[in-house]
């Protein structure tokens, strides 16, 4: 019996090109068929300093801080329909809103389980903080499959790499998206934006208009009395009077 000889290199490389070629033109069709546009309001949260406790508590810990700050997501959007987690991302996650209310109380319920938490993560270095970072961003994307894809996607992500300047800072909020937002925020007293400042330029994209970004800002003491302000929160939570 003949040994089966190796193909060329050159054959080998043509048939792959080629069965890339035919998925390209799978997924062009696809698109056509079930891709719809989605205007919404887009967020991303992830957590700070993933790399550096992972380093020193262990890829275990790291899972279980990941696995905390997801499913604790997965409650408030419970809480909050108009908000979906659509992404999961290790240490983070992707969301699409259509209630910009909602998704600032979401904001400001999960910054409260974070100021909480850090003081178990205190008395436990095991456990880190879930500390974290949120931007928001707004635009059009397309949705396919329960994804989405577009220009907004990519730059809340990059948007979510600028640290807030001010403590009481919770969110980083691309100003185009704050613009409409000013009379919302007037039944949160506790709440306010920041001036605006430019996004740095090494996160513009060539061709891209820089654009501004705020801060959501928190004042946590006056926040105390929630219960009586988010309406939704109430009842979904069984809160003790």
Known sequence: MTE??????????????????GLEEEARHHYREVATASLAIWAMIDLRASASFRLAAGDENSFARA???????????????????????GDGVLLRATDFRDLVEMIVLLDAVNQYWQVDAAADPRYG??????????????????DYFGSPIDRVARLSSIACESEDGIAVIDSEVAKGVGQR???????????????????VKAGEPAGRIVELLIDRPAFGGFR????????????PE
């Open 4 to 21: 089966k000889q190796p193909r060329p290199m050159r054959n080998v490389v043509t048939e792959l090109l080629s069965r890339s070629r």
């Open 67 to 89: 696995q905390a700050l997801f499913k604790t997501v997965g409650v408030l959007v419970e809480i909050f329909p108009s908000v979906e987690v659509f992404k999961e991302l």
């Open 129 to 146: 903080s879930l500390d974290h970072r949120v931007a928001v961003t707004s635009g059009e994307s397309v949705g396919i499959g329960g």
């Open 185 to 203: 925020l007037e039944d949160y007293p506790f709440l306010a934006l920041s001036s605006s400042r430019p996004v740095p330029p090494n996160l």
């Open 228 to 239: 009586d302000r988010f309406a939704k929160v109430r009842g979904f939570l069984p809160l």
